[in-house]
């Protein structure tokens, strides 16, 4: 079965670091595009590629892993939320490879004051 997982998450205080993991499991051709998103209590998932993130999150990856990693720097108690990646994946679901979207379940993370 595929599946994309998140990990990583926690708890930490302000100006710590944290580093998220998006790992795609199953029979896959390829892991290709991964974006994260975050949603905070009460507000709307939004894109984490803000200015409010510029110079200290930072995302990097491993192919041979299918997985892609969100450095988190001096991370500030409004990172605060719940952590999703969506990845697009090359699957076979039996009428060739083709390109599917796949959301993890959500990593949580929290930053205190």
């Known amino acids: 079965q595929v599946q994309v997982v998140e990990s990583g998450g926690g708890l930490v205080q302000a100006g710590g670091s944290l580093r998220l993991s998006c790992a795609a499991s199953?029979?896959?051709?390829?892991?290709?595009?991964v974006t994260w998103y975050r949603q905070a209590p009460g507000k709307q998932r939004e894109l984490v590629a803000t200015?409010?993130?510029?110079?200290r999150f930072t995302i990097s990856r491993d192919n041979a892993k299918n997985t892609v990693y969100l450095q988190m720097n001096n991370l500030k108690p409004e990172d605060t939320a719940i952590y999703y990646c969506n990845a697009a994946l090359l699957v076979d679901r039996g009428w060739g490879p083709k390109e599917y979207s796949y959301w993890g379940q959500g990593t949580q993370v929290t930053v205190s004051s």
């Open positions: 200015d409010s993130v510029k110079g």
């Open positions: 199953g029979s896959i051709f390829s892991m290709n595009a």
